[in-house]
């Protein structure tokens, strides 16, 4: 029987991945990766060498492809679709004080996000905008079309032809509505002082180009949507992803206005919604912590799991870079509770407890915007492959967490979205995804009221 193979392109901020998937089973038969220039403001045209040379021995054997990419980047061109500056990536924090001023004309934070989903800030590309049009007026002028990442590379791979987008990707613009799934153009003109072209806002499943060899090309979605997809995410999962930051997101079927900030309403790749919470110390934490006690990180995880539970009274803040679930952005790290008879294993534990409780406050967070219970915690990342983080992580959460496989969930779910439009269906097709690991184990709720009491006691330190 002869097999059909999709595409899965994952544009993120560290490289390119691509993955060449059978369509039918979802099976991974082939695997490429190319990096990407390092910083926070990067010329567009070198994501299109690095996805050229990533895609170059697979994209033959493909029928259809996906692309996704990293989530909110300003990809400006002008009126012949050549870039007037670098792509401002959403982690540059230029645009905090636009952020600020801009929410202000809104209406403030709850308006806000009654209008767009999100309370603004500086990732969004709306003030990316208002920033082009304050420091670099000449190139804001000359500015026709915005686009997202994943927008320029399939506009580039379709030939050039139409600008499209997703609905997805384009709900954490700024300049879109969650409730009525639509763009604000007028949004987007406000912020730039003229009118711009947006895309075109495609459906999930749509088929809207081909490339030159005749392969069809999805619509692409934002990075968040697409590893929702690859992990086959269902409401009452919580997917919680312990990379560089920590992100905790969840799949409803009602668009989420949260004016507090904590949690911005996404749309999903789909009739659905992710709504996700951000905190910004993620995996670093663990490093800290191992380099502090001079070990390894297979050392670091014994350590952790031979104290018990509650480090022995000691209690991690990991704010070291700053929070944003809570809103903190100029605290610092605190350890509370420290002993003439404090053990190294039970400063290792408190480390590992210590960003397993900030990751709640964003779960939390979650179920407190969204009114769904949490049933179960996908933990994915580099923060995962801990052991003491995946056997602690059920006591902290108090519901069963899964592992899945290592994967690149990203690029799979691009290819899931490929399969899907390919398919002409109003479903996702239904593939084999590996089981994960499950964790169990009792919960200990107190450990997560030491911390929030700590977390309380120390708002307003610096």
Known sequence: MTRTYVLGIDSSTQS????????????????????????????????????????????????????????HGMVALD???????????????????????????????????????SVLVASLTITKLRWLREHEPDNARRTACVLLPHDYLTWHLGGRKEFFTDHGDASGTGYYSTAQRRFLPELAEHALGHAIELPRLAAANELVGQTSQ??????????????ALGLDLKPG????????SAVASSLVERSVHDGSGMVNGFVAAGPNYLPLACTLNGAPVLD???????????????????????????????YF???????????????????????????ARAYVEGLLCSMKDAVAALENATDVETRRILLIGGG??????????????????????????????AARQAAWALSGKDEPPLWDIADPTRFEAQHRPEIYARYAELREATEGWK
């Open 237 to 244: 999962d919580v997917c919680v992803s312990m990379g560089t």
């Open 384 to 413: 995962a492959q801990s052991e003491a983080v995946r056997r602690i992580a059920p006591q902290v959460f108090g519901v069963s967490v899964d592992v899945p496989q290592t994967s690149e969930y990203v690029a799979l779910g």
């Open 288 to 318: 800290f912590g191992a380099r502090m006690l001079g070990v390894s990180q297979q050392e670091f995880s014994d350590l952790a799991l031979s104290a018990g539970p509650g480090a022995g009274g000691l209690t991690l803040l990991p």
């Open 321 to 347: 870079g700053g929070e944003r679930t809570p809103n903190r952005p100029e605290s610092t790290g605190v350890m509370h509770g420290l002993r003439t008879s404090t053990s190294r294993a039970e400063i």
């Open 79 to 117: 009126a012949s679709g050549e870039p007037v500056r670098d792509a401002m990536l959403w982690n540059d924090v230029s645009s905090a004080r636009q952020a600020r001023e801009l929410s202000e004309e809104l209406g403030g934070a709850q308006e806000t996000a009654k209008k767009v989903g």
């Open 214 to 227: 005749g392969v069809k090309i999805a619509a692409g979605t934002g990075d968040n949507m697409a590893a």
């Open 16 to 71: 390119c991945k691509a993955l060449l998937v059978d369509a039918l089973t979802g099976e991974v038969v082939a695997t490429n990766r190319q990096p990407h220039p390092q910083g926070t403001q990067i010329n567009p045209k070198r994501w299109i060498e690095a996805m050229e040379a990533s895609i170059g021995g697979l994209l033959h054997r493909a029928s259809a492809l996906s692309i996704a990419g990293q989530q």
